[in-house]
C-alpha cells in the first residue's frame, strides 16, 4: 500500500485537519500521481458540509488535480515518470454500458465513482486531491500542456469541463448569443469559452461591479439581473444560457430570455429545488436542461483546446492551513475566481 497524507473533514462540523491514509499500490493500468496543485470547487464545501446529504467520513475533498506522474503500471502507453498529469472528476466507470462506450462516463448506469466522498466497486472510500498523491487508471488521467500554468490548469478539471461540456454539446459558436448567469468559479470559465468559441457572450449578473472584470474574461455586455427593464429588453434574444448560480435564484427569468427553441442549461447547484413555470417552459419552447461534467475524451479535448488558446482559470493560491478561510471566503464570493492549493511541501 501507498502511504498517503491529507487534509481531511472527519465530521460536517469539523475543521479540516491532518490525516494519514492509504492508497492501493497501482495496477497494471494505473498511474500514480504526486498531487502538486488542487482546486477548492463549490461542491467540496458543500460535501464537506454534508449539505447534499450522504456525505461519508474521514472526506478528504478534492477533484481539481494537477501533479507529476511517479509511477506507473506495466500497460500504462500514455504517462512516464515525470510527466505532468491531471485527474478531475471521475476515477471510476463500468466502461461497458451505452454510455461510456459513447464516451460520456460521468453518467455511466451502473454509477460514475467520484475522485472523494464515494466508493469504488469494490467497497473501497476514494480519497481526493487535498492531499500528497493519487492512485487512478490511466483512462481517468489527462495530460497537460507545458506551455499553461499547472496551478492555473487544475480548476479546469471541474470548472472548465462543467461548463465546456455544455457549450459544445448545444453547438455554441459563432452566431449564437449566450448569456451566462454569474461571475464565479463556473461562470469566469463560461465566460472565457463562449468567448472563444466565437458568441456572441453577455454576462448576467446582480452586481454591476463586476462588470469591468466580465468585459476582461470576454463579456460583450453585462446586465443587472435585479433591473427588470434590463431583463425585460433581453427578452426572446437568446439561443442558449447557461446558469452558474448555486445560490436559491428564478429560473423563470432566464428561460424568458430564450429564443424560439432555446436552452437553459443549468450546472449550478442550489441546495433547494428551484421553482419553473409550465409557461416559461412552453412560451417559444423553451428547453430547460442540465449537465454535468464531461467524459474523459471530450475533457482531453477541452485542456488540449486551452493549450492552443492560452485559457486557464484565474486563481488565487492559498494553502493547507487556510482551508476554513478560503472556504468561508468561497461562500461569500470573496474569490478571483477559484482557489487553488499549493500542495508541493506535503509532498
Known sequence: MIQSKGYAAQDKTAPLTPFHFERRDPGP????????????????????????GGSMYPMVPGHEIVGKVAAVG???????????????????????????????????????????NAKTYEGEPTYGGYS???????????????????????????????????????GVGPGKRVGIVGLGGLGH???KFAHALGAETALFTTSAGKAEDARRLGADEVVISKDADAMMKHKGRFDFV???????????????????DGVLCQVGLPEEPLPVSAFSLITNRHSLSGSMIGG????????????????????????????????????????KYRFVIDLKTLA
Open 132 to 170: 500528497n498523491n493519487i492512485v487512478a487508471p490511466e483512462h481517468y488521467v489527462h495530460t497537460i500542456s507545458s506551455k499553461l500554468d499547472a496551478a492555473a490548469v487544475a480548476p479546469l478539471l471541474c470548472a472548465g469541463i462543467t461548463t465546456w461540456s455544455p457549450l459544445r454539446h448545444w
Open 242 to 260: 447557461l446558469d452558474c448560480v448555486s445560490a436559491p435564484h428564478d429560473l423563470n427569468e432566464y428561460l424568458n430570455l430564450l429564443r424560439l
Open 74 to 116: 506495466s500497460d500504462v502507453t500514455k504517462f512516464k515518470v515525470g510527466d505532468a498529469a491531471a485527474v478531475g472528476v471521475t476515477v471510476e466507470t463500468c466502461m461497458v454500458c451505452e454510455n461510456c462506450k459513447a464516451g460520456a462516463e460521468p453518467y455511466c448506469l451502473k454509477g460514475m465513482v467520484g475522485t472523494y
Open 296 to 335: 474523459m475524451q471530450e475533457t482531453q479535448e477541452m485542456l488540449d483546446y486551452c493549450a492552443e488558446k492560452n485559457i486557464v482559470a484565474d486563481i488565487e493560491m492559498t494553502s493547507v492551513n487556510d482551508l476554513e478561510s478560503a472556504y468561508e471566503r468561497m461562500l461569500k464570493g470573496d474569490v
Open 29 to 52: 493500468k494505473d498511474v500514480v500521481v504526486d498531487i502538486e496543485f488542487c482546486g477548492i470547487c463549490h461542491s467540496d464545501l458543500h460535501q464537506v458540509r454534508d449539505e447534499w
Open 189 to 191: 470559465m463560461g465566460l
